[in-house]
C-alpha cells in the first residue's frame, strides 16, 4: 500500500521588503522599501509506503523530497546601457545591484566572487611576483589578464542554499513486540566556506587550535595557501567547497513487553528504547561537519522506558 503526494510549483512574488541603495548625495546609503520580483520554481513529494505486511513483520516506509529554484526577475527599474567592445550602445537592460550581490536572472543565494584557482608554487615565482605575490599565496582568477583584480574578475560560482533536501524514515515491527527504525537525511546542491580555508586567519607565532593543512616548500599542495598568506592587492576572497552530505540521522531499538508478562507486577504496560543518534556522514566536506560548517556534531546514545501503573 502506498500514498503519495507530489507538489510541483512556479510561484512568483512581488514587493519585496528589501534595501534599496540611495546615491551618496542624500546623505543615506539605501532605504527599506517594497520592491523586485522573484521567482520559485520547484517541486515537493510525498510517499508512504507499508513494504511488507506479515503476522511477524512489518515495513514501513517514509519518503519526503524537495526541489526549489529560485530566479531574481526585476529590481528596482532602473535601467542602464548595454554596450559593444567598441563601447557603441546597442540596447539597455536593467541593472543589477551589486552592493547586495543581486543579479538579474541569477539566485538570490548565488555566489559572485573572486574565484580561487589554486596555490602559487615554487615554479611561478616570477608570474607570482606581477601580483606581488609570492609562492604559497592564493592564485585567483583573472579574467581579463591585467593583474589588477575589481568586480570584471569576479565570477558565479555556484549556490550557498541546497538545491534539493530529502529525508526517508523505515520502521520495522518485528514478532510484535520488538520494533526497529532508522531515518536519514540529505541536502544537495549548495557550497561552503570558512576562513579555514584561507589560512588568512592562521598565526604563526602560537599553536593553532585546530589542525588545518597548509602549504609550505615541503609540501606543495595546490588546495589551500600557506599560513598568513597574502591576496593580490589585498582583495577580499573565498575557498568555496561542496558541502552536499548525506547523514545516517538516527537508529533505534525498542521492546514492548507482552501483557502476559507485566500483569503480575501490576504493570499496564512497559517498554524500554535505544537510540543512536547521529550515527555518521558521508561527505566531501574537508573541516568538521558540513552541516554545522566549523563545529562537529556530537553523537548520542539515548536509554527510555516507558511504564504505566
Not at 500514498?3 to 542624500?26: C, E, G, H, M, W
Not at 532605504?31 to 507499508?50: A, D, M, P, Q, R
Not at 602549504?215 to 592587492?233: E, F, M, Q
Amino acid at each position: 500500500m502506498r500514498a503519495v503526494a507530489d507538489l510541483r510549483y512556479n510561484k512568483k512574488t512581488n514587493d519585496l521588503l528589501n534595501n534599496r541603495q540611495l546615491p551618496s548625495l542624500i546623505g543615506y546609503s539605501s532605504v527599506t522599501s517594497n520592491i523586485g520580483e522573484i521567482n520559485n520554481k520547484g517541486i515537493e513529494l510525498s510517499l508512504h509506503s507499508t513494504n511488507i505486511n506479515k503476522p511477524n513483520l512489518t515495513w514501513r516506509t517514509t519518503l519526503n523530497l524537495s526541489y526549489n529554484k529560485n530566479t531574481i526577475k526585476h529590481l528596482y527599474g532602473i535601467m542602464e546601457d548595454i554596450k559593444d567592445d567598441e563601447g557603441n550602445v546597442i540596447g539597455q537592460k536593467e541593472a543589477d545591484d551589486i552592493t547586495n550581490g543581486y543579479f538579474i536572472g541569477h539566485a538570490l543565494d548565488e555566489i559572485w566572487g573572486y574565484k580561487f584557482i589554486g596555490v602559487w608554487q615554487e615554479n611561478e615565482a616570477e608570474e607570482a611576483a606581477k601580483y606581488k605575490q609570492q609562492p604559497g599565496d592564493p592564485k585567483l582568477l583573472d579574467v581579463d589578464n591585467n593583474y589588477k583584480f575589481n568586480n570584471d574578475d569576479k565570477v558565479f560560482q555556484g549556490n550557498t542554499t541546497p538545491k534539493v533536501r530529502w529525508n526517508m524514515r523505515n520502521e520495522f515491527t518485528l514478532f510484535k513486540n520488538w520494533n526497529v527504525s532508522f531515518s536519514m537525511y540529505s541536502y544537495l546542491g549548495h557550497k561552503k566556506t570558512m576562513s579555514r580555508f584561507t589560512n588568512s586567519n592562521a598565526l604563526l607565532n602560537i599553536t593553532n587550535s585546530i589542525v588545518r593543512e597548509y602549504w609550505t616548500p615541503d609540501n606543495p599542495i595546490n588546495d589551500y595557501p600557506r599560513l598568513k598568506a597574502t591576496s593580490p592587492g589585498g582583495v577580499s576572497y573565498n575557498i568555496y567547497q561542496n558541502a552536499s552530505f548525506l547523514r545516517f540521522d538516527n537508529i533505534s531499538v525498542g521492546y514492548t513487553f507482552p501483557k502476559t508478562m507485566i500483569q503480575p507486577l501490576k504493570i499496564q504496560a512497559l517498554s524500554v528504547n535505544l537510540t543512536l543518534k547521529n550515527v555518521g556522514v558521508i561527505s566531501g566536506w574537508s573541516a568538521g561537519d558540513p552541516e554545522n560548517s566549523d563545529a562537529n556534531t556530537p553523537r548520542t546514545l539515548l536509554f527510555g522506558l516507558n511504564m504505566t501503573l
